[in-house]
């Protein structure tokens, strides 16, 4: 049985689990019998299919509402503000690569951003939010990679603090902000006032073409004034590192697409015991319950070690990290004949048709432009 463990999902994502386990009938039930019920028998639903369904129809449970405020609160600024269409090229014809950053441990392993920041790297820096503040500081800076993109996905208001790092304001005027029109207003007044240039965009998360959705309702309202042609719309994958990549193809028109820092997975060698997520709003652990046997069938398929023929590795999954793996995988296949997408993060869970895998001394040699 597990003493002590640890999940990486923050306290409203917990919250959310309880809801759908007792919402299937498992309330008064252990967590081993639910999981046993989502992954014992997926006959008729795979495994895949059920834990999307989860994260779907949960977070819209969680979160609706406050999307709604936001955009509400956002409105007025996203009117005066700029479209992120204003990002695309005017000429597309050039074949030019970018490097998606996220803050995996294999960032830190394989020391990528000082490769990054000591080299003589031509193209498109996208950084994640939450990763933002140690590439500045690792020397990855935007006077020196001067197509330099930061992103916000994530719609807490936590995610200000990755923009008030002091020096994010030090680089702040030559750094080019991502934002959906439904993040929370403090984190857009952080990004602007550290002297970013913000560019939105749409979210698509319950976006239906023959049924009035929200996505829909709120590029009418946004088209009627200022930005008649709308603004972009993304799918995100559930997490920024992959709204990331799809903005570096989709809308900054990169042919090539690297990513580092993007593992979704934990290193095969740290305990579960060790992995441990401490709420940034409430400075708890938030712990895994105790009844779940690690050493079951079911856990092993809900908590799966992944092996990563491509640089002969495994990786730990959580089920939020099957899903993000699974959604950008999908993602990466649908499009492999629009765009290049590399996995240089020299390990992780992103292999498969459609990723070609390198490290990343050998993409900044081949890829320079």
Not at 306 to 332: G, H, M, R, W
Request: some cysteine; charged content about 25%; glycine content about 6%.
């Amino acid at each position: 049985m597990l003493d002590n463990f640890s999940l990486e999902i923050n306290e409203n994502t917990l919250q959310n689990m309880k809801n759908v386990k007792e919402e299937m009938g498992f309330g008064s039930k252990s967590w081993s019998d639910w999981f046993e019920a989502l992954f014992g028998n997926s006959t008729k639903q795979s495994e895949k299919d059920i834990i999307e369904k989860i994260f779907r129809d949960g977070i819209l449970k969680v979160f609706y509402e406050d999307w709604v405020r936001y955009f509400a609160l956002n409105l007025e600024n996203i009117w005066n503000g700029h479209s992120a269409k204003k990002l695309i090229p005017k000429k597309i014809g050039k074949a030019h690569s970018a490097i998606v950053i996220g803050r995996g441990p294999s960032l830190q392993r394989h020391d990528h951003l000082k490769l990054l920041a000591t080299s003589n790297y031509k193209g498109t820096i996208i950084c994640t939010d939450g990763a933002l503040p140690e590439v500045l500081k690792a020397g990855v800076i935007p006077t020196k990679f001067k197509k330099f993109y930061v992103v916000t996905i994530d719609t807490l208001e936590r995610q200000k603090d990755f923009y008030s790092d002091p020096i994010c304001k030090k680089y702040g005027n030559y750094i080019k902000c991502i934002l959906p029109t439904i993040v929370p207003p403090v984190v857009y007044f952080t990004a602007k006032n550290a002297g970013m240039k913000i560019y939105w965009i749409h979210t698509l998360f319950d976006y239906k073409r023959d049924d009035v959705s929200f996505n829909q309702i709120e590029n009418i309202v946004v088209k009627a004034k200022n930005h008649k042609n709308g603004l972009p719309a993304i799918q995100t994958g559930a997490n920024v590192g992959t709204a990331s990549w799809i903005i570096a193809w989709s809308i900054l028109k990169c042919s090539t697409v690297a990513l580092i820092g993007i593992d979704h997975g934990y290193d095969v060698q740290t305990p579960w015991n060790k992995i441990k997520q401490i709420d940034p709003d409430t400075g708890r652990i938030i712990t895994f319950p105790k009844d779940v046997d690690q050493n079951s069938d079911v856990f092993k398929k809900a908590y799966p070690t992944i092996y990563n023929p491509d640089f002969d590795c495994y990786s730990k999954q959580t089920p939020t990290f099957v899903y993000y793996s699974n959604a950008l995988k999908e993602f990466i296949f649908r499009t492999r004949k629009r765009v290049k997408t590399i996995n240089a993060t020299e390990g992780g869970t992103i292999f498969g048709e459609g990723i070609e895998s390198m490290t990343l001394k050998k993409f900044l040699e081949k890829y320079k432009f």
